[in-house]
């Protein structure tokens, strides 16, 4: 018989953590209550977020998106930053037979490249920039109807792109993340990536 | 050649989302400074924690868990409350010989029972409460000295007992959570558990 303290945890592979790097293309920021996000040489964030933008808060009013809670009730803020890649926005294009979708016209606050499967980074990942600032992602973002709308109206307004918009992008649409480190991100600069222990609960 | 809207994702394998259900054994905070904790009939929590409680706060100051940080900086705090799984104790007790160890001498804040491998309970997890209070897993806990220190302080001294608390307890320590929705938890309820879409990312 096995000696048990050689066998403590249950018998769950662990996937150890990994290091990556990858590359800032560029950051923006919301135009006042506009859905997409416009471009900026430096995105300047505090614990809460981006100051003044209205994902910015420790909390956020709960939405669609977490239907098991009461609408519009505060719950912690997983959401203060969109992150999507360059290589996931040429699948989405590529999925709708077009040329290209931006990463503003989807509201991104940060779109990198050089990260393989962007969307799929578990949370828990760690993003370092140069500056010190640090982003922890909290999981992966939902496609939605008003995004497609958007890439709709900037391609004026091709018929069905909106509703054809969520399936397109399932997957591939980013992830949510929020500031564990206060600092600015640049567009053109290159960052780390910790990426945590991962595994299956099976339950 | 397949249509590639049909397939827009990375070819990963998704674990869809789970629905479990378990039970609190107990509630308890902390006693002044102490690690232990002492047991209550009822946990009143807010978005920031257990009001007065040193583990509160949306922010915390970094510590040896998160090498990455500056000592002492302010980071998002996961860690508000930490929960444990009897069940897991138990192993932890057999690994080390001795009859049980308490989840108070751990500073637990709450003990369950009836979820198989509480410990890997992913990231996002969420427990929900007949309060309407909810919690958010954001990961497994880690054991330390000092912990091992309290268990040996319980058991009078046994000679080591500290040193060997690491080993017998990795990955059985359960986990930390923050609140997601303020609320009240009592010993002897009932709780629902949702558990995340889980994947591992290879990249």
Chains 1, 2 share one sequence.
Not at 11 to 16: E, F, L, Q, R
Not at 123 to 146: E, H, K, W, Y
Request: aromatic share 6%; hydrophobic share 45%; charged share 20%.
């Amino acid at each position: 018989m096995p000696d048990p303290s050689s066998n403590p945890a249950p018998d769950i592979a662990v996937t150890p953590v990994m290091k990556r790097s990858g590359h800032v293309v560029m950051v923006a920021a919301a135009v006042e209550n506009a859905v997409g996000t416009g471009r900026l040489a430096e995105l300047v964030l505090t614990h809460e977020g981006i100051p003044g933008d209205r994902h910015a808060g420790f909390l956020r009013p709960a939405d669609v998106r977490v239907p098991w809670f009461e609408r519009h009730a505060p719950i912690q803020n997983e959401r203060q930053l969109s992150i999507v890649s360059m290589e996931d926005l040429a699948v989405i294009a590529g999925n709708l037979g077009i040329e290209r979708v931006e990463p503003e016209w989807l509201g991104a606050n940060i779109a990198v490249e050089g990260v393989p499967d962007f969307s799929f980074l578990p949370r828990g990942t760690r993003l370092f920039f140069p500056s010190g600032a640090v982003l922890a992602v909290m999981g992966q973002n939902d496609p939605c109807r008003i995004a497609g709308a958007e890439v709709e109206r900037h391609l004026g307004g091709q018929g069905g792109l909106a509703l054809r918009f969520a399936a397109a992008a399932k997957r591939l649409r980013g992830v949510v993340a929020i500031v564990d480190r206060p600092g600015s991100i640049r567009g053109g600069e290159g960052f780390k990536l910790r990426i945590p222990e991962q595994w299956i609960w099976q339950g």
